[in-house]
């Protein structure tokens, strides 16, 4: 059984081994994330060439190239390869992602929604990535770019409440009255939290 989790990856070593497409989009995210990424493989789809912070290593995997890894990304299109980088990971007890292997998986990537700070996760354990796809499409369009304004506002309202309010009873009315608030609405209250912060 799967556990979620929001991982913090600033110190996390990664390296993703393959360098096809679905090595391309485990990159894709990281890099999203703005997570550096060390890529092996004998070759690399041209999208690689695209993405930041990433360092491509074209060689063919080496058990040197993971000694360090805190995470690793099994993503060749050889099933044996996968399976060994899958086997010493374990053995090492290194967070691995094999993408042809959910039994030598010990973490998955869910399809995932980003607004800024906000942050919506899906996932079927690998059961159906296509009803985790429709999920986040559905997220996607709930959701809107607008979202990552609306959340950071609500991190600024809410610590000016902290900030002016001792009673814990009153900041817990106030700031789930937030929430109910749209945008033009949050914006007002956050301009008189301001002022009377002065």
């Known amino acids: 059984?799967?556990?979620?989790?929001?991982l913090e990856l600033n110190h996390v070593e990664i390296v993703v081994i393959g360098g096809g497409e679905v090595a391309y989009r485990k990159c894709k995210n990281f890099s999203e994330f703005n997570k550096s990424v060390k890529v092996v493989a004998p070759s690399f789809i041209e999208s690689?060439?695209?993405?930041?912070?990433v360092e491509l290593?074209?060689?063919?995997?080496k058990e040197e190239y993971i000694q360090h890894a805190q995470m690793v990304v099994a993503a060749t299109d050889n099933q044996v390869i996968n399976q060994v980088i899958g086997e010493y990971c374990h053995?090492?007890?290194?967070?691995?992602?094999?993408?042809?292997?959910v039994s030598l998986s010990n973490y998955t990537v869910p399809s995932y929604v980003k607004r800024g700070d906000l942050l919506l996760s899906v996932s079927t354990g690998g059961k159906s990535p296509s009803l985790s796809k429709k999920i986040r499409m559905e997220l996607e369009e709930k959701y809107d770019d607008s979202y990552?304004?609306?959340v950071?506002?609500?991190g600024v309202v809410r610590q000016q409440i902290i900030e002016q309010y001792e009673d814990v009873k009153v900041r817990r009315r106030l700031?789930?009255?937030l929430i109910k608030l749209d945008?033009?609405?949050?914006?007002e209250e956050g301009r008189k939290y301001m002022s009377e912060g002065e």
Not at 48 to 53: P, R, W
Not at 183 to 187: E, G, N, T
């Open 1 to 6: 059984m799967l556990y979620p989790i929001n």
């Open 48 to 53: 690689f060439y695209e993405l930041e912070n």
């Open 57 to 61: 290593i074209c060689d063919c995997y």
């Open 91 to 101: 053995l090492h007890q290194k967070l691995v992602n094999v993408v042809d292997s």
């Open 148 to 150: 990552e304004e609306y």
């Open 152 to 154: 950071h506002l609500l």
């Open 175 to 177: 700031i789930r009255e």
């Open 183 to 187: 945008l033009d609405a949050l914006k």
